[in-house]
Nanobody
Framework: QVQLQESGPGLVKPSQTLSLTCTVS??????????WSWVRQHRGKGLEWMGA???????YYSPPLKSRTSISRDTSKNQFTLQLLSVTHKDTAVYYC?????RGRGTQVNVSS
């Protein structure tokens, strides 16, 4: 059974870049037909899909976030990474990495000076 775990700083200052890593175990991120996503949840709100990286390495982004978002991967470490540029307090949320049928526990990110 695949497991995902998010890691990264819990506190980021406004205007800085948020970087989160998802470490995957129990399955390869290059397995055919799987897409590896980042989603986030603002307090009291539903899940917001941010983007994904496919098994092929192709990336997809949510249009509202596309200009600030980059997703990459390190196949040697079986990890994929989210970078979110120029963060504001509106980016404070719990961030999750997920794949069809599996989701990490999430990591709280606060944007504050």
């Amino acid at each position: 059974q695949v497991q995902l775990q998010e890691s990264g700083p819990g506190l980021v200052k406004p205007s800085q870049t948020l970087s989160l890593t998802c470490t995957v175990s129990g399955g390869s991120i290059t397995t055919n037909d799987y897409y590896w996503s980042w989603v986030r949840q603002h307090r009291g709100k539903g899940l917001e899909w941010m983007g994904a990286i496919a098994y092929s390495g192709k990336t997809y982004y949510s249009p509202p976030l596309k200009s600030r978002t980059s997703i990459s991967r390190d196949t040697s470490k079986n990890q994929f990474t989210l970078q979110l540029l120029s963060v504001t307090h509106k980016d404070t949320a719990v961030y999750y990495c997920q794949r069809r049928g599996s989701r990490g526990r999430g990591t709280q990110v606060n944007v504050s000076s």
